[in-house]
Nanobody
Framework: QVQLVESGGGLVQAGGSLRVSCAAT????????MGWFRQAPGKERDFIAGIASSGITNYADSVKGRFTISRDNAKNMVYLQMNSLKPEDTAIYYC???????????????WGQGTQVTVSS
């Protein structure tokens, strides 16, 4: 059974940095794409970053240049480094495990429980 467990959320001031992590168990981690989504109160869950099994990354325009996704296949971990944080980045951040090697629109098969990130102004 695939399990994704996020950690590292918290409260940070605008302009600050934070790194959230996701530990994955239950399958051959390196063979699948991973991603991060976020959901703000009253809004839909949105894609923000993805990393293919090859290491190729892609980002939503809203975070491009500020956030960096990375993976450590030896540790079955995926990370999201968030810099220059803004109050509008406040949301629950979810780790996503794809059923495919690449990031696709409908490819998410597994979700973590989420971790809260709050950016104060």
């Amino acid at each position: 059974q695939v399990q994704l467990v996020e950690s590292g959320g918290g409260l940070v001031q605008a302009g600050g940095s934070l790194r959230v992590s996701c530990a994955a168990t239950g399958r051959a981690f390196s063979s699948y794409a991973m991603g991060w989504f976020r959901q703000a109160p009253g809004k839909e869950r949105d894609f923000i970053a993805g990393i293919a099994s090859s290491g190729i990354t892609n980002y939503a325009d809203s975070v491009k240049g500020r956030f960096t996704i990375s993976r450590d296949n030896a540790k079955n971990m995926v990370y999201l480094q968030m810099n220059s944080l803004k109050p509008e980045d406040t949301a629950i951040y979810y780790c996503a495990g794809y059923r495919t090697r690449i990031v696709t629109l409908e490819g998410v098969g597994y979700w973590g429980q989420g971790t809260q990130v709050t950016v104060s102004s």
